[in-house]
Structure formats: C-alpha cells, structure tokens
C-alpha cells in the first residue's frame, strides 16, 4: 500500500478504526485517528491496516456530489499553475473516471487502479495541489 501524509485507511481494531496517516518508518505506521473527539495517535505494525474501499458513502464523504443524470457522482478539480486544465472526477459503475474539460472534446480517461480512497486522495492532489479530506 503506498500512502502518504494524510491518507485515511482502515485500522483492523474498531475501537481505532479510520486513521489518517502520518508517517512510516521500517514496518511501522505512525497515526492519527479521527472521527473522536479525542485526538489520538500511535504506532501499529503496516499489517494491522487496509485500504478503504471506494463507495458511494466515502465519495459523499470527500466532497463529491450527485450529478443531475443521477448515474454518477462527480467532484471538480483544476491545476492551480493551470487554472484553464479543469477536470472532472466521476465514479460510475464501480470506476473512476478522469474528464478534462480542457479540449472541448472533454477526454475521459477509465482509471481502473483507483480502488481506495487513499488512491484517489493522491490522484486528487496530484492533480490539485490541494488535500482531499473528509467533509465534517
């Protein structure tokens, strides 16, 4: 599982649950949880942890919202040194998808590696510059 700073994944315990990630050194992930009113933070083995798996949920979740067609939903994005490169971020029928609204073609692009919301978070800021984080 490649993570960076700020990813959420699964922790297998329920009483930790989603944790942001803050590092890791070795074996060993350094954490963060969330969703308490505690701030809570730790060091656990990489095994102990798993992705979270995309979902209608976890999409609402991160900002994104229901398109008008009602099959999709969907987020903007656009590259900050770029402003003109606005892109569209869909998920339809279990996939993302990557739309450039650049060309007037409007590009799509079936991403089907895109499993997890850590995978989309870093998709997300590599195309923004900006963070993708859960909506409270």
């Not at 050194?25 to 942890?49: A, C, M, Q, W």
Request: hydrophobic share 40%; charged share 25%; aromatic share 12%.
């Amino acid at each position: 599982m490649r993570l960076s700073e700020k990813n959420l994944i699964y922790h297998k315990s329920p009483l930790i649950g989603i944790i942001e990630f803050v590092a890791k050194v070795g074996t060993d992930i350094y954490y963060k949880s969330i969703g308490s009113n505690e701030i809570y933070e730790g060091r656990l083995p990489e095994s102990s942890f798993k992705p979270i798996p995309l979902s209608e949920d976890w999409l609402l979740n991160l900002g994104f919202y229901l398109e008008n067609s009602k099959d999709r939903l969907s987020i903007e994005a656009w590259a900050p040194a770029h402003p003109s490169q606005r892109f569209n971020i869909d998920f339809k029928d279990g996939k993302i998808l990557l739309i450039s609204r650049y060309q007037e073609d409007n590009d799509n692009f079936t991403m089907p590696h895109i499993k997890y919301v850590h995978q989309l978070q870093n998709l997300f800021f590599a195309l923004t510059d900006k963070e993708l984080n859960v909506i409270v």
